[in-house]
């Protein structure tokens, strides 16, 4: 067996009154890479900062190479050779490829103060060799895709062995949640590779991308590391018993199940809707109580209808009709005031506000149902708040903790709470409802979409996997281009995958 | 005072029950940050007292509070602004431009001059706000531009100050003082402490939170961002109509740059009451805090004999001292 680059002892953090993690010890040997798994909220994303050296531990060591990591600092972390690749890129979008994977320490590329810009860019081909990755380092980064930033994140974390001359220990906080297929095949091969270079540990709610990539995986719970396996021989099931814990949660409904009877009072129609050149010619009917999924692929304009809906944004032709009376907004405040509801992709910015207490996120939307005559009523409001943390069993310190400091999964019955807390809509509109989320909140999130629809909601549905999108929607519509390709009623096992996927490229 | 209406984080992680039993490093930070406002203030007043004991009576707070009234006019909306995450560099024109008005006003109409040019006021303070909604110009811009264009229009209205006699009697009262403060100054305080009230209680106070700190999704959330906005600049235009009046019951006169120079102290005080220029984070009563110690530091330079010619560097280091103790960095990831 290779030396151990780097071991956790004993590691335990509480914020507040929520301890996140409990006596962790893991330890990463040279040139292995580790799967870290477990569902939104189990402590792998703190585990990870500590590793960085972003938060300092309560209580235990981080020991790399036989040494005490005596200060939690990135600085000092870095020193020790660890990386990491944050979810939400740390890069800056003005400067050039170059630029970004030196930035704070250009080393020779500087000499009193002025770049020598051909040296830096020698230097950065260098590092994009690393990787075999022919982007050029003169590239502005903002013009880059996400994938192709992710690369370079990795370039840069990659710096460290030269820096330091030790082999690096490179942190991956879930690389490939916002990428598409392809772009995540790039990205796992990437982390093959590095593999000849580097110890790493990655963080992913994918259980097949864990499974391909790592060598052995570390499964944690509630703040604990509930389990060890190795990569090679761990059977999926395992792994998910693990990570569920003790509450199995109720799997997804699979699409073969029946499909469901859907009542004919037609809730929401389309009709030859067009917004420049993002979408054209959109018709179509959905019903009370239907789930409608849209499927297709970035640009295909499916975000942009349910925008639209919204009153986000303004169509250019055509006209929308909610039971039977065409609507005719000014924003989104005319939606919400009709009754429409819409769960945006971008959870911290569109969602809710992070520096604002989860009572008043829940209630942000619809702060009637807090007031009594002209004030707000801060008992009635604290009561109503109490009883959706209980309903969507929110984890949460208090009502008065600020939303961000929340996991994903709970930030985001946060926002599902902030339009079921007033009458319940008449439209949902749900952007990537499930992104980020584990498999627990996953479930659950999925279950009391459902739930929303047996009610008579009808809800417009983007998500993230055509798994997803067949576990839930009642019928299917396929974009491509900005048109509707095809329209496809889920049920018995129908359609495939493949009969979506046909429609969509 | 300093813990209250339009703050978040006073109410921190652990709800208020818990922070009082255990005090993490933290929450004590946060209770020093809310604090921290008023030591200043009184540890300034102690320093200029200690230089000048006569400037520990009665009497010389009556004048200090009678001093700070038209700063306050000016920090209570610029607060208001500053928390949505603009600002408003026009206010101080507006008011001067108002004074004008008045002072030609009150001998021709007498009382109702007061509601005239309160309503022109708040309908340039609509206008500025419309612009900026509309037009999505940055409201540093329109109420820069403002604050050439009100001023121009002042000066061209009036080329120097105009004396009140006639009429005078319909703002004099304010003047009128009790226990040695102003009527001006309690004015101030009550219509501070009714925005306090509605800020906290009611629902614009939490929309203006919202859009503070994060305006797209208090956007999606269905708040109507804009037209709050407009509402708060047509408040910012109606106080600094507010401050003209004040103005015109102090000095016996109209002048056409006679707030001018009150506009970086009004911003000032709501920085060093703790208010966070980049929106989000503050409070109206911490503003008052502020006002008080921008007033204390503009009186007590005078009081303790620096040199004249030292004045605005003893001003601007103060400044910058209070501001840095005073400020809140806790929530604030990035300082600009």
């Known amino acids: 067996m290779s030396e151990i680059a780097v071991s956790l002892e004993s590691i335990g953090k509480r914020f507040g009154s929520v301890q996140a993690l409990r006596d962790v010890s893991l330890m990463i040997r040279s040139r292995e890479v580790i799967g870290l798994m477990g569902e939104n909220g189990s402590g792998k994303s703190t585990l990870l900062k500590i590793l960085a050296g972003l938060i300092r531990p309560d209580e235990g060591n981080v020991v ?174 395992d792994l998910k018993r693990l990570m569920l814990g003790k509450h199995l949660s109720e799997q997804y409904r699979r699409h073969d199940r029946p499909a469901r009877p859907i009542e004919n009072e037609v809730r929401l129609s389309l009709r030859n809707l067009a917004h420049r050149s993002d979408y054209r010619d959109i018709s179509f009917d959905l019903h009370a109580g239907e789930i409608l999924g849209f499927a297709g692929v970035e640009g295909s304009g499916r975000e942009c209808v349910c925008r639209t809906v919204y009153g986000a944004e303004a169509p250019s032709a055509g006209e929308v009709l909610l039971d039977g009376s065409v609507i005719k907004f000014d924003g989104p405040a005319d939606a919400v005031k009709m009754g429409i509801a819409y769960v945006p992709s971008e959870r911290r910015i569109e969602g809710l506000v992070p520096n604002m207490s989860v009572r008043e996120n829940m209630t942000l939307a619809h702060l009637k149902v807090a007031r009594r005559g002209w004030f707000l009523d801060s008992q009635r409001e604290q009561k109503l708040v109490s009883q959706w943390v209980e309903r969507l069993r929110i984890k949460t310190p208090s009502n008065h903790a600020l939303a961000g400091q929340l996991s994903g999964g709970n930030q985001q019955k946060v926002v599902l709470a902030k339009w079921l807390i007033a009458e319940h809509p008449r439209l949902l509109i749900l952007d990537h409802p499930l992104r980020g989320l584990d498999i627990g909140a996953k479930a659950e999130i999925f279950a009391r979409v459902r739930e929303l629809a047996q009610n008579g909601i009808s809800i417009l549905l983007i998500a993230d996997t055509l798994e997803e999108l067949l576990a839930l929607s009642d019928t299917i519509l396929v974009m491509r281009d900005g048109a509707i390709t095809a329209r496809l009623p889920v049920g018995d096992g129908k359609p495939t995958q493949m009969e979506i996927l046909e429609n969509m490229i | 005072m300093a813990k209250g209406e339009l703050e978040v984080g006073g109410e921190g992680v652990e709800g208020p029950a818990t922070a009082a039993l255990s005090l993490s490093p933290a929450s004590l930070r946060a209770i020093l940050s809310g604090v921290m406002p008023a030591v200043v203030l009184v540890a300034l007043i102690l320093v200029v007292g200690f230089f000048a004991p006569s400037f520990l009576s009665l009497y010389s707070f009556g004048v200090l509070l009678g001093e700070s009234t038209i700063i306050l006019l000016l920090a ?24 004008i008005l008045l002072a030609l006003l009150l001998p021709e109409i007498g009382f109702w001059a007061i509601p005239a040019v309160l309503v022109a006021c708040m309908a340039i303070g609509a206008t500025q706000g419309y612009i900026h909604v509309v037009a999505q110009v940055p409201s540093f811009v329109v109420t820069l531009a403002g604050l050439g264009l009100w001023s121009g229009i002042a000066l061209a209205i009036a080329h120097t100050t105009i004396s009140v006699d006639e009429g005078y009697d319909a703002v004099g009262w304010l003047q009128a003082t009790v226990l040695g403060i102003p009527i001006a100054f309690f004015g101030g305080l009550a219509l501070l402490l009714a925005l306090v009230l509605v800020f906290r209680r009611m629902s614009i106070g939490r929309y203006v939170l919202a859009i503070g700190l994060g305006e797209t999704a208090a956007l999606l959330s269905g708040i109507r961002v804009g037209r709050v906005k407009i509402l708060i600049f047509t408040l910012s235009g109606l106080f600094a109509g507010i401050a003209g009046v004040a103005m015109v019951a102090r000095s016996y006169a109209g002048n056409p740059s006679g707030a001018d120079k009150l506009l970086l102290p009004s911003i000032a005080a709501v920085v060093i009451g703790g208010t966070a220029i980049t929106g989000g984070f503050g409070g109206l009563g911490r503003t008052l805090i502020g006002v008080l110690t921008v007033t204390v530091l503009r009186v007590g330079i005078a009081i303790v004999g620096i040199d004249p010619g030292y004045e605005p560097l003893a001003y601007g280091l103060v400044i910058i001292g209070a501001v840095a103790l005073t400020m809140d960095r806790a929530r604030i990831s990035v300082v600009k």
């Not at chain 1, 990386?83 to 704070?104: C, K, R, Y």
Request: aromatic share 4%; proline share 3%.
């Open chain 2, 76 to 99: 209570i909306p610029q607060t208001m602004v500053i928390m949505i995450g603009g600002i408003d560099l026009s206010i101080a024109s507006i008011a001067s431009l108002a004074s």
């Open chain 1, 64 to 237: 790399v190479r036989g040494r005490p990591l005596t200060k939690a600092s990135f600085s000092a972390a870095a020193k020790a050779g660890i990386g990491m690749v944050f979810q939400e890129q740390s890069l800056l979008l003005n400067l050039t490829v170059a630029e970004n994977i030196f930035l704070g320490c250009e080393g020779e590329a500087v000499r009193f103060g002025l770049y020598n810009w051909r040296k830096l860019k020698e230097m950065a081909r260098r590092q994009l060799d690393k990787l075999g990755c022919d982007i050029s380092p003169d590239t502005i980064t903002g013009s880059l895709s996400f994938a192709q930033r992710q690369m370079v994140e990795l370039a840069k974390v990659l710096t460290i062995e030269d820096r330091i001359g030790v082999e690096p220990i490179i942190l991956l906080d879930e690389p490939t949640s916002v990428l598409d297929a392809e772009e995540i095949d790039t990205v796992l091969h990437q982390i093959e590779r590095l593999r000849s270079r580097a110890s790493v540990v990655i963080v992913s709610h994918r259980l097949d991308e864990v499974l391909r990539v790592a060598d052995r995986i570390y499964v944690m719970t509630n703040g604990q590391c509930v389990g060890e396996r190795d990569a090679r021989s761990v059977d999926a099931e």
